[in-house]
């Protein structure tokens, strides 16, 4: 079991749809992160978000954009995706940005079309 | 910067046989180690980790691994294998100052169980 929450499992959704993915983490973790994972790849970081502080992979596209509404909730807002975004997102937290071991939530699988 | 080499893209293991997978590592001073698991289509579960002293690490499933400065490795081990230890696993190395952000996973080793 784990205890960082994504929600959906799956999306399918289309170029000129605007969908999001959650994530919510129930541990009183002080960072979170976004991963992007393709098919037999590692996880690259996307994202992280801790201390009301955005830190952003540069190679990131800004269709991609993340949001925090609490430090328990992590958003991923999807615009304009390309078939080449169709991969695995993880959300992942740890206690403190400088501190500890990535927790992972079980993925979101988007396919884009 | 650091880095990490899983050599094995794929290993296959007879059920019950003992396993050992391999990291080496780069990083210039002490680092911080980890071991992930994944199974197809979910995320990533920790097995174990190595941030200092005992340099043979115990984890979740029987899991163990080593810590060799001398080699620069940090090898994963099971004694006996299960059909359910089949999966994708990673090895991650990240500096004691650079947070848990700035982790570097290895490429992964597919590990299949023959029955």
């Known amino acids: 079991d784990t205890e960082v929450t994504q929600t959906p499992k799956h999306l399918v959704m289309g170029m000129t749809n605007k969908k999001s993915l959650k994530c919510e983490q129930h541990m009183g973790h002080r960072a979170m992160y976004w991963y992007k994972q393709k098919a037999k790849k590692p996880p690259e970081l996307m994202f992280v978000y801790s201390y009301e502080k955005l830190s952003i992979n540069e190679s990131v596209p800004s269709r991609f954009s993340p949001e925090c509404p609490n430090s328990s909730l992590l958003n991923l807002h999807l615009h304009a995706l390309q078939p080449e975004d169709s991969a695995l997102y993880l959300c992942?937290?740890?206690?403190?940005?400088?501190?500890?071991?990535?927790?992972f939530g079980e993925g979101s699988r988007l396919t884009v079309l | 910067a650091q880095s990490v080499t899983q050599p094995d893209i794929h290993i296959t293991v007879s059920e019950g046989a003992s396993l050992e997978l391999r990291c080496n590592y780069s990083?210039?001073?002490?680092?911080?180690l980890f071991w992930y698991v994944q199974s197809p289509g979910q995320g990533l579960q920790l097995l174990l980790k190595y941030f200092s002293g005992d340099t043979l690490v115990q984890g979740i499933k029987g899991f163990e691994a080593e810590f060799k400065r001398s080699q620069s490795s940090f090898n994963l081990r099971k004694p006996s294998v299960h059909w359910s230890d089949a999966a994708e696993y990673f090895c991650a190395v990240g500096s004691s100052g650079g947070g848990a952000d700035g982790l570097t996973f290895g490429k992964g080793t597919h590990l299949i169980i023959q029955p």
């Open positions: 990083y210039g001073a002490t680092p911080y």
């Open positions: 992942a937290s740890s206690r403190d940005r400088f501190v500890g071991e990535l927790f």
